[in-house]
């Protein structure tokens, strides 16, 4: 079966602008969460989302937010860009409920430059 | 304060070499994840645990949920080994907390 698609594989963008970033998770996984990768703060959690609703929250400014649609896939959006969100944005999805299995697939990420 | 503490932050070993990586966590969690990176970013999960021990082929991951303490071996190492591997608490708050990574290489 297919595997969690990410969409951008990179990106450069201009400080102040804004990004979204998509990801299509593994058919039949309702939940996606995201995280940040930097070389400076490792990886860090961003948000997951489940059947369309935010579950969890890690610690980021208002500037980054997410979505979910009624298909699963999920967006994130980081506006106003400052050169500090230059990163690798993973998503990965799983369907919670499953017992000990459930397991997570990660993306294969969006690498965004800020420039 | 690290809510998840990794050590080796990097290793190198020979081929055919039994390696140990291990982790630390402050929070209470449902479930401990091992995650390994290659180079170019692509993560897979080796395994999520909550109790005891898993294996999968040359990879063993234990959990100590009483000491808090996981660990990762890999029997027999080689050189396609090689990546960084990261520990993750999934606290039950369902949040991620993870570790700083470990960085293997494995000489042939």
């Known amino acids: 079966k297919a595997g969690v698609t990410q969409t951008p594989r990179y990106l450069i963008k201009t400080r102040g602008q804004q990004v979204t970033l998509s990801c299509s998770p593994i058919s039949g996984h309702r939940s996606v969460s995201w995280y940040q990768q930097t070389p400076g703060q490792g990886l860090q959690f961003l948000f997951e989302y489940f059947s369309e609703t935010q579950r969890n929250k890690g610690n980021f400014p208002g500037r980054f937010s997410g979505r979910q649609f009624s298909n699963s896939r999920s967006e994130m959006n980081v506006s106003t860009l400052e050169l500090g969100d230059s990163a690798l944005y993973l998503c990965?999805?799983?369907?919670?409920?499953?017992?000990?299995?459930?397991?997570?697939?990660f993306g294969s990420g969006t690498r965004l430059t800020v420039v | 304060k690290n809510e998840v503490e990794q050590s080796p932050q990097n290793l190198t070993a020979q081929e055919g070499e039994f390696i140990t990586i291990n982790c630390s966590y402050s929070?209470?969690?449902?479930?401990l994840h091992w995650l390994q990176q290659h180079p170019g970013g692509g993560i897979v999960s080796l395994f999520m645990?909550?109790?005891g021990k898993k294996k999968h082929g040359r990879l063993i991951a234990t959990i100590n949920i009483q000491e808090k303490h996981s660990s990762l071996h890999i029997t027999a190492s080689h050189p396609r080994d090689s990546a960084v591997y990261i520990c993750a608490a999934h606290n039950t708050g369902n949040q991620f907390y993870f570790g700083t990574g470990t960085s293997l290489t494995v000489i042939p």
């Open positions: 990965a999805s799983t369907n919670p409920g499953q017992g000990e299995g459930y397991g997570y697939t």
């Open positions: 929070v209470g969690i449902s479930a």
């Open positions: 645990l909550s109790s």
